[in-house]
C-alpha cells in the first residue's frame, strides 16, 4: 500500500552490474555522485553527498552474491573502524528462490528482517480514505465497502480493481474473481512471489491465485468476515431499537425483581435487564404487542444473526432484503440518541397530567401547538379491531409527537399520565437541551361528578383521590433535569 519512495532513495537493479566493476562506484553513479570522487567503501560511506540516501539493492544474481557480500562485510568492518552512525544506508531485497546457504552467505553479518504482515486493515482503510474513497452510511453501501476490503486484502492492485467494479459485484464478488482467475496463468501462491501474506494474522492468498488453485474457501471466509463486521451492528441497532420503543412493557417482564429465564441444556440463564435480550427473546415476549412488519423484519435480523453466528456468508438477495427491512426499520424504531436530528428551534413536548374530567382536552384544545389525544387513539385503534392497551397508545402517540417535533414545532400530549413510567417513557422521547412540560390540570370534585350517574360519580371520586395522593413526583418533574411544571389545578387543597 506504500506510497513512492521518497527523493532520498535510490533504487538498484543489481542485474546490470556487469561483473568485474566497482560495487560502489555503480552505486554512487546511480544516486548521481561522480565514480571517480568514490575509490573505496571508506570514501562511499563518507561521501556528504549521498550521507542521506537510502540504496534499495534488488535482483542480485546468484553468481554474484559472493561479491556483494564481500561489500557488506566491508561496510560493516569500515562502520567499525571509524565509528560512522550516520548514512548511506542499504537495504538488500533477498532474492527469491535462495536457499538457507546462500541467503547466510548473502546477508553475511547484516541484520535481516522478514516483511510478513505489514499490511494490516487500517493500512487499505487509511489507503481508501486518502483516495477519497468512503464506505457510505447505507447498508448495501458499508457492506460492499467492507466486502471489497477484505477480498482485497493487502493487495493495492486487486483494490483498485475491485472498486471500480459494480456495488452487488462489490457485494457477491465470486463471478468477478472467477474471471480474474482465469485472465492469466497464476503460479502457485506463496510468500516468495508475492501472492501470499499475512492479513490480521492470517495466511492470505492474492484472490485471484486462490481460486485459480482451488482456495475458494478462503475466499466465502473473508466474505463472512466482511459481512460479520459490517453487519451485526446494524442487527445490534435493530435490536436495541426495538428494546427502546417496547422498553415500557419489558421493564414489567425483565428486572432484578422479575429475571426472565432461559434454559441451555441443562443451565438456566437469567437476564436481569431488557438490554441483555437477543431477537428471539424480544419476539418471543413481545408476541402480540409487535406490530406485523416490526415482527416480520426481527425474525428476518434474527435468521441473519443466526447464519453470521455460523460461519455463513449471506447471500446477496437476503442481503438486499435485509438493507430493505433496515430502511423501514430506521423510519419506525427510535433512535439511541433522541432527537439528534431535530433543528433546535425551541420546540417543546407538553404534557397534560390529571384525572378523568379533570379539564385536560379543553385546555389541550386552546393551545396553538398540535394535540395528540390518547383517548382518540384508542378510538381510532377499536374502531380498526386492533387489540391495544394503554401502552400501544402511547407508543403511537410518541410516534406521532415525534414527527412533529422533528419539524422544530410544538406538540401536547393529551393523557391522563398517571402512571410514572408512563410519563418518563414520553418525556425522555426529548432530548435533554429541548424542554418538557408537565402540566397539572383537575377541577374540584363538585364541579367534575355533576350530572353523572352513580356509578360514574364513585369512579371519578376514586380517580380524583387516587391522584391527589400520588402528585408528589409529578410536581417535582419526576426528577428529569429538562422538566418544568405548570400546575394549573383549580383547587390545589
Known amino acids: 500500500m506504500a506510497d513512492d519512495l521518497s527523493v532520498d532513495t535510490v533504487r538498484f537493479d543489481a542485474s546490470n552490474l556487469t561483473l568485474g566493476r566497482s560495487i560502489v562506484h555503480a552505486l554512487a553513479l546511480s544516486s548521481g555522485v561522480a565514480g571517480v570522487t568514490i575509490g573505496t567503501v571508506a570514501d562511499f560511506l563518507s561521501s556528504p553527498k549521498i550521507d542521506e540516501t537510502t540504496f534499495f539493492v534488488d535482483r542480485i544474481p546468484r553468481e554474484a552474491i559472493g561479491a556483494w557480500a564481500a561489500f557488506f562485510r566491508a561496510v560493516t568492518y569500515e562502520r567499525r573502524q571509524h565509528s560512522l552512525r550516520g548514512g548511506p544506508y542499504i537495504v538488500i531485497l533477498q532474492p527469491i528462490g535462495l536457499s538457507d546457504d546462500y541467503a547466510a552467505r ?35 453501501e458499508r457492506v460492499a465497502f467492507a466486502t471489497t476490503l477484505e477480498v482485497a486484502a ?60 482451488g482456495f475458494q474457501d478462503d475466499i466465502d471466509r473473508r466474505i463472512w468476515t466482511s459481512q460479520a463486521r459490517a453487519i451485526f451492528p ?5 435490536r436495541r431499537g426495538a428494546i427502546r420503543k417496547y422498553i415500557d412493557v419489558l421493564d414489567q417482564m425483565v428486572s432484578p425483581k422479575t429475571p426472565y429465564q432461559k434454559r441451555f441444556n441443562d443451565k438456566i440463564v437469567e437476564y436481569r435487564s431488557p438490554w441483555d435480550l437477543e431477537l428471539y427473546d424480544i419476539c418471543k415476549l413481545l408476541e402480540g404487542k409487535l406490530t406485523a412488519q416490526e415482527s416480520k423484519g426481527l425474525i428476518a435480523f434474527r435468521n441473519s444473526r443466526n447464519s453470521l453466528a455460523h460461519g455463513k ?12 427491512w433496515w430502511q423501514r426499520f430506521t423510519e419506525i424504531l427510535p433512535p439511541m440518541v433522541p432527537g439528534w436530528n431535530w433543528p433546535r428551534a425551541g420546540q417543546r413536548l407538553l404534557m397534560t397530567i390529571g384525572p378523568a374530567a379533570g379539564g385536560k382536552s379543553s385546555w389541550a384544545a386552546s393551545q396553538v401547538a398540535q394535540v395528540i389525544s390518547a383517548d382518540c387513539i384508542s378510538a381510532e385503534m377499536t374502531k380498526r379491531a386492533v387489540v391495544h392497551d394503554q401502552s400501544s397508545v402511547f407508543r403511537s402517540a410518541r410516534a406521532q409527537a415525534t414527527k412533529i417535533l422533528e419539524t422544530g414545532s410544538d406538540v401536547v400530549i393529551d393523557a391522563a399520565h398517571l402512571q410514572l413510567h408512563e410519563r418518563v417513557t414520553n418525556a425522555k422521547l426529548v432530548p435533554l437541551d429541548l424542554s418538557v412540560e408537565y402540566v397539572i390540570l383537575d377541577r374540584e370534585l363538585d364541579a367534575k361528578v355533576l350530572g353523572l350517574t352513580e356509578k360514574m360519580v364513585g ?35
Open 313 to 324: 456468508p449471506i447471500e446477496i438477495a437476503s442481503l438486499q432484503k435485509i438493507a430493505a
Open 234 to 238: 446494524f442487527l445490534d441497532a435493530a
Open 154 to 213: 493487502w493487495s493495492r492492485d486487486l483494490l483498485q480493481l475491485v472498486l471500480t467494479w459494480a456495488e452487488v459485484d462489490q457485494l457477491s464478488p465470486l463471478s468477478k474473481l472467477q474471471v480474474l482467475a482465469r485472465s492469466h496463468a497464476w503460479p502457485f501462491p506463496c510468500w516468495e512471489n508475492g501472492l501470499v501474506d499475512l492479513w490480521e494474522g492470517i495466511a492470505v492468498p492474492h484472490a485471484g491465485a486462490a481460486i485459480a488453485h
Open 459 to 493: 369512579k371519578v371520586e376514586r380517580a380524583h383521590y387516587q391522584f391527589q395522593t400520588g402528585i408528589e413526583p409529578c410536581l417535582a418533574g419526576d426528577n428529569l433535569v429538562n422538566v418544568k411544571v405548570k400546575d394549573l389545578r383549580a383547587a390545589k387543597s
Open 106 to 140: 548473502l546477508r553475511a553479518v547484516a541484520p535481516t528482517r522478514k516483511m510478513l504482515g505489514c499490511v494490516s486493515s487500517i493500512d487499505t482503510n487509511a489507503w481508501a480514505a486518502a483516495s477519497g474513497i468512503s464506505a457510505g452510511t447505507g447498508f448495501l
